[in-house]
């Protein structure tokens, strides 16, 4: 291309200089030759009219004596110059004395002759005798006549001709070749080179290779122009670098997670379309987790956000050191991080990585000198069984996650087919739960809580339950965190409150004077505007003394906005009834908090209860919550109590109550009547024997 252009460049200029070369140097040639011709003409005059006078003696003897031999001798000698064609000697009024003529000879160049001089050139001297007298004009004898072929007489004009024009035309030539190569050698040589370097300019990073400036122009145009486009690359160069930066942002703002660097949502769905792709044939399945961590907020609350942040940045390390590259690992909320593991054999493949995942989480993680343990619930969705599309395939295994985390979180459970039916179900259920109180199928157990010392029934926990029309008694760890979800906790609790505080009443008014009833008041409940009022109208209301009830409240229920909920708990005192930490243990078991909140009562988990002789560290939990609970001047009871030996060490650490299987499951009002009144001396002797020889005891 370059080459075609240089040299259709070079051809134009190279006719242009020719064709005007040669175009001066004609027309300088017929300048010269127009002058020439001039002077060639009088020159030739000159000499005939010379030749003339030279005859004019002879000649004019020869009309006087009217010789004719002697005119034509004259005649003859004019005829030796070969230009001459005709030549005579004429006599007025007389045929001529003597004459001569001769072909007019033609040449190549007569046309031109002809054109520049005619056809002839003809002279004539005339001949006069001697004068008779002074004063008297010497009378004419004759003429002497002369005519000459110019195309001969002029034959040195033509020689002069003819190289005046070679040498303008080879001048010409010469001027013409010596400007291309001029032009050749400053011009489109440079040109062809820097051609051939453009060539090589990516168009994307255009000041990689800079154009060299032609050897010798240096300093000139073609330098100046070399220089200002290598600025012209550099400018471009520094705009499409910036550009590209700017460029690589915004795909890691669109795509990437800024605090963990892990893929977002966007890129996740991403990837999973594209493993949807490639999985083609049926041996190519993978799995979707969506993995929540539970109770995150609280790390938020009892520490910072900072912390928070650290906590899920070392999170993501653990994931991205323990999970295999081939894995997809996203951040697609707060605290929800997401999988896609690609090639799986079976399903089994995708519990194992759940495991992992869990496993991560659980590792302690250390915070400004503080442990903190987490948990996390995962659902999986397997493609294709589980859906055809990356949204739905997300959408199913965030649904299952929910559902685990509603039965107790800290697990990873499996999308299956039922899942929707049973997602479907919960919506039903929960339209139902709104008015399960009004319906009358609410229904109250009792559990008895037992004082270790004393052996003695202290209270009972009130323990709601649902009778369902069609599915039968539904266990309050099913419906109470649907409840809490629609908000129809509220009006459950308070029927739970009403209710538990009128069977107190009857059971005061029975004679069983120092009984307690415990209730378990949801975080929903206790973040009521008039939670406070409720309890107080209840207490009034079922006229019961208001020490004589105590209130169960969750760790995680107070920690959701600990100012506030130590303001209601004050309050709460000021009525005057008596509140409980239950699960404790589960939750941060801030002891900071614990001192700030007007607590009576500290209720250990049922999980340490349950294998503290097989685990000694729950042993060693148990033993220093209650020293704990009695240093902060509160009570300490124990639940989940299911076996004598378990009685013996709550006994041995000085834990003041106990509730469980051991003594009773949960019963309705009738049996708990009975429980109290036929059993309170049984209980009393057994606790009585266990304290005392510690051993013999039956269960009831
Ligand atoms: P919770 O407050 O920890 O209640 C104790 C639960 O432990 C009861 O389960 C009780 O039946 C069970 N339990 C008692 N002794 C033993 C034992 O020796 N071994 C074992 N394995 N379990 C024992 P339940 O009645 O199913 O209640 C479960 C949870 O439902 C309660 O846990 C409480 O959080 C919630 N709940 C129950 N009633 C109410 C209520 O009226 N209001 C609110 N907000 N929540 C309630
Ligand atoms: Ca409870
Ligand atoms: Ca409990």
């Known amino acids: ?7 259709r460049l070079s051809n134009k200029l190279f006719f242009a200089v020719m064709g005007t070369a040669l175009l001066m140097g004609l027309l300088f040639s017929i300048v010269q030759i127009m002058l020439d011709a001039r002077q060639a003409q009088q020159r030739l005059e000159q000499e005939a009219q010379q030749t003339l006078t030279m005859m004019r003696q002879t000649a004019t003897r020869a009309a006087l004596a009217q010789d004719q031999a002697l005119a034509r001798q004259v005649v003859q000698g004019l005829f030796r110059n070969p230009a001459v064609f005709y030549a005579a000697i004429t006599l007025p009024e007389r045929p001529p004395l003597a004459s001569d003529y001769r072909d007019h000879q033609a040449t190549p160049f007569s046309p031109l002759i002809v ?42 004009f033509i020689d002069r001709s003819r190289t005046v024009m070679v040498v303008a035309v080879t001048q010409a030539l010469l001027f013409g070749t010596i400007l291309y190569l001029i032009f050749q050698g400053l011009i489109a040589r440079p040109m062809t080179s820097l051609l051939g370097s453009l060539e090589e300019i990516d168009p994307m990073r255009p000041a990689q290779n800079q154009l060299d400036p032609p050897r010798g122009h240096e300093d000139d145009e073609l330098g100046t122009w070399v220089q200002k486009i290598n600025d012209l690359f550099n400018a471009i160069e520094k705009y499409n670098s910036k550009r590209r930066v700017a460029e690589a942002h915004v795909e890691r703002l669109s795509n990437y997670d800024m605090l963990t660097e892990l893929p977002n949502r966007t890129m996740l769905v991403r990837r999973i379309e594209q493993s949807i792709q490639e999985a083609t044939g049926d041996q190519h399945i993978f799995a979707v987790l969506y993995c929540a961590l539970d109770d995150f907020k609280s790390v938020n609350l009892l520490h910072s956000y900072h912390a928070g942040d650290k906590l899920l940045l070392t999170l993501a390390d653990r994931f991205r050191a323990d999970l295999d590259p081939s894995h997809t690992i996203a951040r697609v909320g707060g605290d929800v991080f997401a999988m896609v593991i690609p090639g799986l054999g079976n399903d089994y493949a995708a519990a194992d990585v759940a495991q992992k995942v869990l496993d991560c989480v659980r590792r302690p993680f250390r915070l400004d000198n503080h442990n903190i343990n987490l948990s996390a619930t995962i659902g ?17 295994a965030e649904n299952v996650m929910q559902l685990a985390k509603s039965q107790g ?12 039916q049973r997602i479907r179900q919960t919506k039903v ?13 609410l229904q109250l157990m009792f559990q008895p809580q037992i004082d270790l010392e004393t052996g003695e029934v202290r209270g009972a926990e009130a323990l709601v339950r649902w009778q369902h029309p069609e599915h039968g008694m539904i266990s309050p760890v099913e419906f109470i965190p649907l409840a809490e979800r629609t908000g129809a906790i509220v009006a459950i609790g308070e029927w739970v409150l009403r209710n538990a505080c009128h069977a107190l009443r009857r059971w005061l008014e029975a004679g069983f004077s120092r009984l307690t009833i415990s209730v378990n008041v949801s975080a929903i409940q206790l973040h009521q505007s008039d939670f406070v009022y409720t309890v107080q109208r209840v207490v009034q209301e079922s006229g019961i003394p208001p020490q004589h009830l105590m209130l169960e409240i969750t760790e995680t229920a107070v920690m959701d906005n600990v100012d506030a909920a130590i303001r209601i708990l004050k309050q709460m005192k000021e009525i005057g009834v008596q509140l409980a930490v239950d699960d404790f243990g589960t939750g941060y078991s801030s002891l900071s908090y614990l001192k700030k909140m007007p607590m009576d009562e500290i209720k250990i988990d049922r999980a340490f209860v349950q294998d503290m002789l097989e685990d000694p560290d729950n042993g060693t939990i148990v033993d220093a919550v209650v020293q704990l609970g009695h240093s902060l001047g509160l009570a300490v009871i124990a639940e989940g109590t299911e076996t004598l030996d378990q009685i013996r060490y709550l006994q041995e650490c000085a834990c003041d109550a106990a509730q469980g299987y051991y003594y009773s499951r949960p019963v309705n009002e009738d049996a708990f009547v009975t429980f109290i009144s ?5 209980i009393k002797s057994i606790t009585q024997r266990t304290a005392q020889a510690g051993n013999g005891l039956l269960n009831k």
């Open 115 to 156: 054109s520049l001089f005619g056809r002839e050139l003809s002279y004539t001297l005339e001949l006069r005798g001697p004068a008779a007298g002074t004063g008297t004009p010497a009378p004419v004898l004759g003429n002497l006549e002369l005519s000459l072929n110019p195309a001969i007489a002029a034959d040195t």
């Open 429 to 441: 259920l929960e339209k139902q739960l709104a008015t399960a109180a009004a319906d009358e199928q």
């Open 678 to 682: 036929q059993q309170r001396a049984q």
């Open 380 to 396: 999986i969705t397997i493609y294709p069984h589980d859906a055809a599309t990356a949204d739905q395939l997300l959408k199913n």
């Open 1 to 7: 291309m370059q080459g075609k252009l240089n040299s």
């Open 409 to 420: 979180g800290n697990h990873y459970q499996f999308y299956v087919a039922n899942v929707d």
